[in-house]
T-cell receptor
Framework: AQKITQTQPGMFVQEKEAVTLDCTYD???????LFWYKQPSSGEMIFLIY??????QNATEGRYSLNFQKARKSANLVISASQLGDSAMYFC????????????FGTGTSLTVIP | KAGVTQTPRYLIKTRGQQVTLSCSPI?????VSWYQQTPGQGLQFLFE???????NKGNFPGRFSGRQFSNSRSEMNVSTLELGDSALYLC??????????FGSGTQLSVL
């Protein structure tokens, strides 16, 4: 079975500080993709960053980086230099080619950036 | 390219009614997926269509159905609405081995 677990329902971070959002996954497939999405209060899900299971380097996209630890099956999102606009829900997701490229989402983490 | 477009943005219905939601994918994307999002539940997968065929289906009752047209536009229908169907319904399109692009969603309230 495929599963994504996000254990932090809510997180707070001071503006300009870094924050790590946790994500663990479970799959028996060797090939998979890991994604992070941001959902502001407007509702639209915005893609942030992607990591392939065979990628040796951790993915980075601007202030976002993905701390990929394959042996521990974790894919934590690190946001550096937090901004007020980073306040949103964050979802970790996994795409598994072996299940028809279906996506599996975690329950999300609500991040609040404090001025 | 225009993004994923969902209509309507908000919808209010009463129990027992039916509702149809619409989704226009990004031009060139042949896959359209639907998700239900409720507070505390995260995103729950409803179904995915590719080239007018349903590829995957989540664990929802038969009251939830969908279809995809030849231009890749998709509709989702919920019949005999229940209070528990109140949710944000998100549509996403993609090429099959790529990331999902989401629309802004349809907020459905069932009274």
């Amino acid at each position: 079975a495929q599963k994504i677990t996000q254990t932090q329902p809510g997180m707070f971070v001071q503006e300009k500080e870094a924050v790590t959002l946790d994500c663990t996954y479970d799959t028996s497939d060797q090939s998979y993709g890991l994604f992070w999405y941001k959902q502001p209060s407007s509702g639209e899900m915005i893609f942030l960053i992607y990591q392939g299971s065979y990628d040796e380097q951790n993915a980075t996209e601007g202030r976002y980086s993905l701390n990929f630890q394959k042996a521990r099956k974790s894919a934590n999102l690190v946001i550096s230099a937090s901004q007020l606009g980073d306040s949103a829900m964050y979802f970790c997701a996994m795409r598994v080619p072996g299940t028809g490229n279906q996506f599996y989402f975690g329950t999300g983490t609500s991040l609040t950036v404090i001025p | 390219k225009a993004g994923v477009t969902q209509t309507p943005r908000y919808l209010i219905k009463t129990r027992g009614q039916q509702v149809t939601l619409s989704c226009s994918p990004i031009s060139g994307h042949r896959s359209v997926s639907w998700y239900q999002q409720t507070p505390g539940q995260g995103l729950q997968f409803l179904f995915e269509y590719f080239s007018e065929t349903q590829r995957n289906k989540g664990n929802f009752p038969g009251r939830f159905s969908g279809r995809q047209f030849s231009n890749s536009r998709s509709e989702m229908n919920v019949s005999t609405l229940e209070l528990g169907d109140s949710a944000l319904y998100l549509c996403a399109s993609r090429e099959l081995n790529e990331k999902l692009f989401f629309g802004s969603g349809t907020q459905l309230s069932v009274l």
